[in-house]
């Protein structure tokens, strides 16, 4: 297999002459998203699983340096040849690196000079790209912009972790737009009948090597929800005591209740009415679709509801005919916001933007996955184990990085991403 084969689709959805002004779009927009935050906001690291700011903009700048410019830019200097070992995230074929608990204690090289590094690859880039690029180039390069649309959500993610962290929890922002609380009509399932289909990507645009191959699926005739579960319906399983009943839990979901303390999803304040959001303290939107639950809080909430997730298969399927609309990151609010219900028209809603939806699936390579040979094969296919698939995109995606075959995928545990549910039912 060959590079371009392993992480595109055989045409490439970037044409010249827009590649270098895309480029500088995608590239702007990173920066612009730490503009609201100081230089120690910037280098701070809440957890392990989070990344500072500093260190965002300067890996992925690293990535572009790594895989284009070295690669096909003659001559090319890189900016500081140390700043692989700082600044490289996982892949093991280019050598040593920092631990990644440890990123916020790189207070050298300071966010001026990783703003200067930027910078320097930004000019680079602008230049090679006003040149003819060949088929892998061009898809190296959508993988560097997908891959810094990517690390664009985890930026907004790992700033609200870490404001969350200060006792005085200060917003990010305080001109977000601000969603309503809507009337929400009953949640409502859409019968699916059984049958063959086919999932993952194929044709024309941008994929990750994880959506490959397409291959056929049975689907077992199913119900899925037409929303996603709202914050006053999870509201009501807490009530119920969820988070003191096992019977609703797995096992391993169970320990992180007790080993951890979980009673309410991440940043619900303890009198269930107020959460901690972007914008700062706000009280809780009742219609809005929940978010910051894990794997096990969806799952166990779905028991209690008399349902189940659906499997990756079941989402793909639904998703496949809807349009990629919805609240992402260019609304606005950074967060979830009720959509707009009406009582007669039975449609599927929110299955792009607002939450990561996560499914009862494991993330696993389809029928005949490869990984790409070299570096850029680390990208996905080494991470195929222990970790559940999430669908659809959240209210900090960008909606070009989003398409019904994504699968994106994070540990059972994890609660930063703004992660929700919808439900499923058998047809028995
Ligand atoms: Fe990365």
């Known amino acids: ?186 949640m409502r399932f859409h019968e699916v009948a059984e049958g063959l289909i086919e999932i993952g990507h194929a044709g024309a645009g941008f994929s990750f090597d994880n959506e490959t191959p397409r291959h056929t699926q049975l689907l077992q005739a199913h119900r899925i929800a037409d929303r996603p579960v709202s914050n006053a319906e999870y509201r009501e399983f807490i009530r119920d005591d969820g988070y003191r009943r096992a019977d609703f839990w797995l096992s391993d979901g169970w320990a992180q209740v007790q080993s951890r303390g979980w009673q309410q999803p991440l940043y619900w304040h303890d009198d269930l009415q107020a959460s901690f959001s972007l914008g700062g303290t706000q009280a809780l939107i009742d219609s809005a679709p929940v978010s910051h639950i894990s794997f096990y809080e969806a799952d166990a909430y779905a028991r209690w509801a008399g349902a189940r997730l659906p499997t990756e298969v079941e989402w793909e399927a639904s998703a496949n005919d809807l349009p990629v609309s919805g609240n992402f990151v260019d609304e606005d609010f950074l967060q979830p916001t009720a959509h707009a219900q009406t009582q007669d028209i039975p449609r599927l809603h929110q299955f792009f933007g607002d939450v990561w939806e996560w499914t009862g699936s494991a993330y696993l390579p389809y029928p005949g996955f490869r990984a790409a040979a070299g570096a850029v094969g680390e990208y996905n296919g080494k991470f195929m184990s222990n970790q559940m698939v999430l669908r659809g995109g959240s209210c900090v995606s960008h909606a070009d990085h989003l398409r019904a075959s994504y699968r994106n995928f994070f540990y059972p545990d994890a609660r930063w991403q703004f992660s929700g549910i919808r439900l499923a039912q058998d047809v028995s």
Do not use: I
Not at 20 to 36: D, F, H, I, S
């Open 1 to 186: 297999m060959t590079l371009s084969t392993a992480v595109r689709s055989p045409s490439s959805s970037l044409r010249a002459p827009d590649l270098a002004a895309y480029t500088m779009q995608v590239r702007g927009l990173t920066q612009a998203l730490a503009e609201p935050l100081s230089p120690e906001d910037c280098g701070a690291q809440s957890m392990p699983d989070a990344s500072p700011v500093k260190w965002h903009l300067a890996h992925t700048t690293w990535f572009f340096e790594t895989f284009l410019l070295r690669r096909y830019v003659r001559d090319y200097r890189e900016f500081d040849p140390q700043f692989g070992l700082l600044f490289n995230s996982y892949y093991e074929s280019l050598g040593a690196r920092h631990p990644r608990p440890a990123r916020g204690l790189l207070t050298r090289p300071s966010l001026s000079e990783v703003l200067a590094y930027r910078a320097q690859v930004d000019t680079a880039l602008g230049e090679w790209l006003s040149g003819g690029l060949d088929d892998d180039a061009r898809a190296l390069l959508e993988l560097g912009l997908h891959h810094e649309r990517q690390h664009q959500e985890l930026l907004l993610t790992d700033v609200k972790h870490l404001l969350f962290q200060n006792p005085l929890q200060p917003a990010y922002r305080t001109d977000l737009k601000t969603p309503q609380n809507r009337p929400l009509q009953p």
